[in-house]
């Protein structure tokens, strides 16, 4: 799946089914295109929440 903005990856990851592909590609998306500050606030409460160094989620990149 593919995004033409962070805003329409975030607008699939909200109504998407919970743990669906959909949802992860479009968590993966917004995790890598979010600007500066909501991405640093989003990879602390990733990491704060448990996920681990490979996790795949792209909170450690």
């Known amino acids: ?4 903005s962070f805003e329409q990856a975030l607008e699939v ?3 998407a089914e919970d743990g669906s592909p959909a949802q992860e590609t ?5 995790l890598q295109t979010a600007p500066p500050d909501l991405r640093a606030m989003l990879e602390k409460r990733l990491h704060d929440a448990g996920h681990g160094d ?3 989620c ?4």
Request: hydrophobic share 25%; aromatic share 10%; net charge negative.
């Open 1 to 4: 799946m593919e995004f033409e």
């Open 13 to 15: 990851c909200m109504n």
């Open 58 to 61: 792209g909170c450690h990149k």
């Open 26 to 30: 479009a968590l993966r998306y917004c």
């Open 54 to 56: 490979d996790c795949g």
